[in-house]
Nanobody, 120 residues
Framework: QVQLVESGGGLVQPGGSLRLSCAAS????????MGWYRQAPGKQRELVAI???????NYADSVKGRFTISRDNAKNTVSLQMNSLKPEDTAVYYC??????????????WGQGTQVTVSS
C-alpha cells in the first residue's frame, strides 16, 4: 500500500556533502516518526536519525553535529543532509516511516535503500 522512494545517494570525497530524500506515497492517513538507517558491509543495520511528526529529532552519536534530518509533512517527505562525510559513513542508507494507512492501519515501511560511498 505504501511506497517509499529514496534519492540523493552517490560517491563523494571525504569532507564532502550529500542530501538524501525520501517520499512516501499511497493511501496514507498519517505519518508518525520517520527516520534514516544505514548498513555497511558486514555490519548490522543501525539507526542514523529519527524525526517525529512534531519535529523532535534524535541522532546517532557518530553523526551528531554533521547530519541533519528534516521533514515536510505536507509532502510526506523526509531528508537527511550529510556534511563532513567520512569513509566510515559508507553504507546503504534506508528510509523508514511509521505510517497509519487508511484501511490497513499502523505499520513500519522501508525504502529500497540508496548507496552512499565516501572515498578518495
Amino acid at each position: 500500500q505504501v511506497q517509499l522512494v529514496e534519492s540523493g545517494g552517490g560517491l563523494v570525497q571525504p569532507g564532502g556533502s550529500l542530501r538524501l530524500s525520501c517520499a512516501a506515497s499511497g493511501s496514507i492517513f498519517s505519518i508518525n516518526a520517520m527516520g534514516w538507517y544505514r548498513q555497511a558491509p558486514g555490519k548490522q543495520r543501525e539507526l542514523v536519525a529519527i524525526i517525529t511528526s512534531g519535529g523532535s529529532t534524535n541522532y546517532a552519536d557518530s553523526v551528531k553535529g554533521r547530519f541533519t534530518i528534516s521533514r515536510d509533512n505536507a509532502k510526506n517527505t523526509v531528508s537527511l543532509q550529510m556534511n563532513s562525510l567520512k569513509p566510515e559513513d559508507t553504507a546503504v542508507y534506508y528510509c523508514n516511516a511509521n505510517i497509519r494507512m487508511v484501511v490497513s492501519g499502523l505499520h513500519d515501511y522501508w525504502g529500497q535503500g540508496t548507496q552512499v560511498t565516501v572515498s578518495s
